[in-house]
């Protein structure tokens, strides 16, 4: 977070005040006081222009405490439907991937709905009958608003083509409502050409043709999985950034990386910045900073292409920072 800060500040033009205010949440206040996201935090965070989340988790919080109290709490409280991830193979960067792909896609992952919402329930818990139901939420306003988005994102590229990821021959209801939409939509798009991929088969193309995708648009818990597997193939979850956007403006955006918190290397500054350094460009070119956004993004990629050996976290830092300067 403090070299996400570093570069976000050397990237603002010198008449821009750039004001921050730090909150100490995740498993650090959980064990102070039990709370995760407290109200009057919540509050106060409503009034900002953006979000800079870091890396949180901790093996000594239960799992889904943080998850669910902190991470989900945001975007479900701030609307941040679109769920935004790139997927893009730097130069210099290796992939595990054989040969030389470009990769270079984006996936508008939706981020209120799905299985998400915790609509479900047990029965008969602890016994042998137990039943466990995870109701996926799906509505006609939440697909259409993402779609919207993802073609918007797709006309504005260069290669202008959607691909709607889904599972429509099995999940029929709500694969069903998502591709009509997903059709619907796409009359008022002309020169944007689109493609249906069920999930399973993306994932073989995300491995194998990965050059195939521009635009991705998928549901949330599809969007999930298809990005951690987007961040293996364009040089790991180190680099791969994020933006949980509420395009309205009616709460602030929230930028952060993909990844989560790495207890095992904490306090010896050998984490890599990157992907929270780029999550702050997509901050940028969220508030309209596009030049400053460019620059970040510039700098990351020279940075990667001339890696050789082990920097420490300020060390990253501190190079992003005076690129973006210089
Ligand atoms: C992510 C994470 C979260 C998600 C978890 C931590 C709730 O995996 O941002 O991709 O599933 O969205
Ligand atoms: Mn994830």
């Given at each position: 977070?403090?070299?996400?800060l570093?570069?976000l500040?050397?990237a603002?033009?010198?008449?821009?005040?750039?004001e921050?205010?730090?909150?100490?949440l995740?498993?650090?206040?959980?064990?102070?006081?039990?709370?995760?996201?407290?109200?009057?935090?919540l509050?106060?965070?409503?009034?900002?222009?953006?979000?800079?989340?870091?890396?949180?988790?901790?093996?000594?919080?239960?799992?889904?405490?943080?998850?669910?109290?902190?991470?989900?709490?945001l975007?479900?409280?701030?609307?941040h439907?679109?769920?935004?991830?790139?997927g893009?193979?730097?130069?210099?960067?290796?992939s595990p991937?054989?040969?030389d792909?470009?990769?270079?896609?984006?996936?508008?992952?939706?981020?209120?709905?799905?299985?998400y919402?915790?609509?479900?329930?047990?029965?008969?818990?602890?016994?042998?009958q137990?039943?466990?139901?995870?109701?996926?939420?799906?509505?006609?306003?939440?697909?259409?608003?993402?779609?919207?988005?993802?073609?918007?994102?797709?006309?504005?590229r260069?290669?202008k083509?959607?691909?709607?990821?889904?599972k429509?021959?099995?999940?029929?209801?709500?694969?069903?409502?998502?591709?009509?939409?997903?059709?619907?939509?796409?009359?008022?798009?002309?020169?944007?050409?689109?493609?249906?991929?069920?999930?399973d088969?993306?994932?073989?193309?995300?491995?194998?043709?990965?050059?195939?995708?521009?635009?991705?648009?998928?549901d949330?818990?599809?969007?999930?999985?298809?990005?951690?597997?987007a961040?293996?193939?364009?040089?790991?979850?180190g680099?791969a950034?994020?933006?949980?956007?509420?395009?309205t403006?009616?709460?602030p955006?929230?930028?952060?990386?993909v990844?989560g918190?790495?207890?095992?290397?904490?306090?010896?500054g050998?984490?890599?910045?990157?992907?929270?350094?780029?999550?702050?460009?997509?901050?940028?070119?969220?508030?309209?900073?596009?030049?400053?956004?460019?620059k970040?993004?510039?700098?990351?990629?020279a940075?990667?292409?001339?890696?050789?050996?082990?920097?420490?976290t300020?060390?990253?830092?501190?190079?992003?920072a005076?690129?973006?300067?210089?």
């Amino acid at each position: 977070m403090a070299e996400g800060l570093k570069v976000l500040s050397a990237a603002l033009p010198a008449d821009v005040k750039l004001e921050t205010t730090e909150y100490d949440l995740g498993a650090r206040l959980y064990h102070r006081t039990g709370e995760t996201l407290p109200d009057a935090v919540l509050e106060e965070l409503k009034d900002r222009d953006a979000i800079l989340l870091g890396a949180i988790g901790d093996p000594s919080v239960p799992s889904g405490v943080l998850e669910r109290g902190l991470l989900l709490k945001l975007r479900f409280a701030f609307d941040h439907h679109i769920n935004l991830r790139p997927g893009k193979l730097f130069p210099g960067v290796k992939s595990p991937l054989a040969g030389d792909p470009q990769i270079d896609f984006v996936v508008v992952r939706e981020g209120t709905e799905g299985p998400y919402v915790g609509n479900g329930g047990t029965l008969r818990a602890g016994t042998e009958q137990e039943v466990a139901t995870e109701v996926s939420l799906n509505t006609a306003f939440g697909i259409e608003r993402v779609v919207r988005d993802a073609y918007r994102r797709a006309q504005a590229r260069p290669r202008k083509k959607l691909t709607l990821v889904h599972k429509n021959n099995v999940l029929v209801h709500a694969g069903h409502l998502w591709t009509r939409i997903f059709q619907e939509v796409g009359r008022e798009f002309p020169e944007v050409t689109t493609d249906y991929l069920h999930v399973d088969a993306a994932t073989i193309f995300f491995v194998t043709q990965p050059e195939r995708f521009d635009v991705i648009v998928t549901d949330n818990l599809f969007g999930d999985i298809l990005t951690d597997l987007a961040a293996a193939v364009t040089g790991g979850i180190g680099l791969a950034a994020s933006g949980n956007i509420n395009p309205t403006g009616a709460f602030p955006s929230m930028f952060e990386p993909v990844h989560g918190s790495a207890p095992d290397i904490a306090g010896q500054g050998k984490a890599d910045p990157t992907a929270t350094v780029l999550s702050v460009a997509m901050l940028l070119e969220h508030l309209g900073y596009t030049a400053e956004a460019a620059k970040v993004e510039a700098a990351v990629a020279a940075d990667l292409a001339e890696r050789t050996g082990a920097r420490s976290t300020s060390e990253v830092g501190d190079a992003l920072a005076a690129r973006v300067s210089g």
